[in-house]
């Protein structure tokens, strides 16, 4: 299995930023089509303009608040979590804040 994930991680290094916005459109594309949504409905639900879904399902970027709209309508914000999931804290720093948050970094 690791050598699996090992595939996936060099499959995503190795693209390009383009051709991973792509990817990305594209497989929005495929979960707008299985749930039965025009682009103009996907649109109308999200808040945006039929533009900006036929960009981002081509490949072009959109806006951040933009994206996250369109997950939303999908029902697809709980993949935020694997997509950029909480950093974990580390014993040593877990010591060291001693219940505090860290907001900046110091050297």
């Known amino acids: 299995m690791c050598v699996f994930a090992e595939r996936i991680y060099v499959m995503w290094t190795s693209k390009s ?5 792509e990817e ?9 089509i299985r749930k039965n949504l025009q682009q103009k409905e996907l649109a109308l639900n999200a808040g945006v303009g039929l533009d ?12 951040t608040e933009k994206f996250i709209r369109i997950l939303r309508v999908l029902d697809m914000l709980e993949n935020i979590e694997e ?3 909480e950093p974990p804290i580390s014993p040593i720093l877990m010591r060291d804040l001693k ?6 970094v110091r050297s």
């Open 83 to 85: 997509f950029i999931p």
């Open 52 to 63: 900006t879904i036929v960009r981002l399902e081509c490949g072009s970027s959109i806006s």
């Open 99 to 104: 219940g505090k948050k860290r907001y900046r």
């Open 17 to 21: 930023n383009m051709a991973i916005m």
């Open 24 to 32: 990305l459109g594209s497989r929005l594309k495929e979960y707008r």
